[in-house]
């Protein structure tokens, strides 16, 4: 028979830890946390179509040629991902469960736009990865940039940014999704910050703005690419229909 006044053993403590609310709240910081820092990597690269097609194609090159590492990363990334949403939904309805009868009016006072909508911001940035890795990475909603390639044979990725984003319905769903991408960060830092800790008055001032210029930042980051395509400063090369 188990002891259940036993000290619980190493093998136990993790199943331990994530039953309770602070373990899944430190699983979601540690994966947005990996996933904030590929948002930025991500931006760094895609930014360098502004340098010109050879650099930006070679940036791809580059990442291809690193060969199995790269579906590694890739795995890595979609399990960060995963865990970070599943518990997100686990926490929210662990919460609404926790409060069976529903208020008549709700009063909220430290909670914010942001932090009372993150189920739906964290969903909608879900639904948006699916399709731009459908979109751009495993080219399956329009397989003929698949063909695209430059002078140097190499896989066109300079063309392919370009004619995706001369279709205005394909630019306004990427626009509103990179701006829910930022609106989520504005609260999911927060939040990580204070599942570690971090959330005394002083450092809440320096934290608050930080995160909103952050936000900003990649949302004007990721918005300038469409912009730019849809307003002719980015152009095709010649040749490319």
């Known amino acids: 028979m188990q002891d259940v006044n036993a000290p619980p053993t190493a093998a136990s403590m993790p199943a331990r830890l994530l039953n309770r609310s602070i373990g899944k709240k430190i699983l979601m910081s540690l994966s947005g946390l990996?996933?904030?820092?590929?948002?930025?990597?991500?931006?760094?690269?895609?930014?360098q179509i502004?340098?010109?097609?050879n650099a930006l194609n070679a940036y791809a090159l580059f990442l291809r040629s690193i060969g199995v590492w790269?579906?590694?990363?890739?795995?890595?990334?979609?399990a960060m991902l995963i865990i970070h949403v599943w518990f997100a939904i686990k926490l929210y309805f662990e919460n609404r469960g926790a409060r069976p009868i529903r208020y008549k009016r709700k009063v909220y006072q430290e909670a914010t736009l942001s932090s009372r909508t993150m189920i739906w911001t964290g969903i909608g940035v879900f639904l948006?990865?699916?399709?731009?890795?459908?979109?751009?990475?495993?080219?399956?909603?329009?397989?003929?940039?698949?063909?695209?390639?430059?002078a140097l044979r190499r896989h066109d990725?300079?063309?392919?940014?370009?004619?995706?984003?001369?279709?205005?319905?394909?630019?306004?769903?990427?626009?509103?999704?990179?701006?829910?991408?930022?609106?989520?960060?504005?609260?999911?830092?927060?939040?990580?910050?204070?599942t570690w800790g971090l959330n005394d008055t002083n450092f809440e001032k320096i934290l608050r703005p930080v995160t909103v210029i952050f936000a900003w930042l990649i949302f004007l980051g990721y918005l300038s690419i469409p912009v730019a395509v849809l307003a002719g400063i980015v152009k095709l090369p010649e040749g490319v229909i």
């Open 128 to 150: 948006f990865v699916v399709y731009h890795l459908l979109h751009f990475t495993f080219i399956i909603t329009n397989p003929r940039y698949a063909h695209l390639e430059d």
């Open 70 to 78: 790269l579906s590694v990363i890739r795995a890595f990334l979609l």
């Open 50 to 53: 502004f340098v010109g097609q």
């Open 157 to 194: 990725v300079y063309s392919m940014v370009i004619l995706g984003f001369q279709n205005y319905i394909i630019s306004a769903v990427y626009i509103v999704s990179v701006a829910i991408v930022g609106y989520h960060i504005v609260h999911a830092s927060k939040s990580m910050f204070q």
């Open 34 to 47: 990996v996933l904030m820092a590929y948002v930025v990597g991500h931006l760094i690269g895609n930014l």
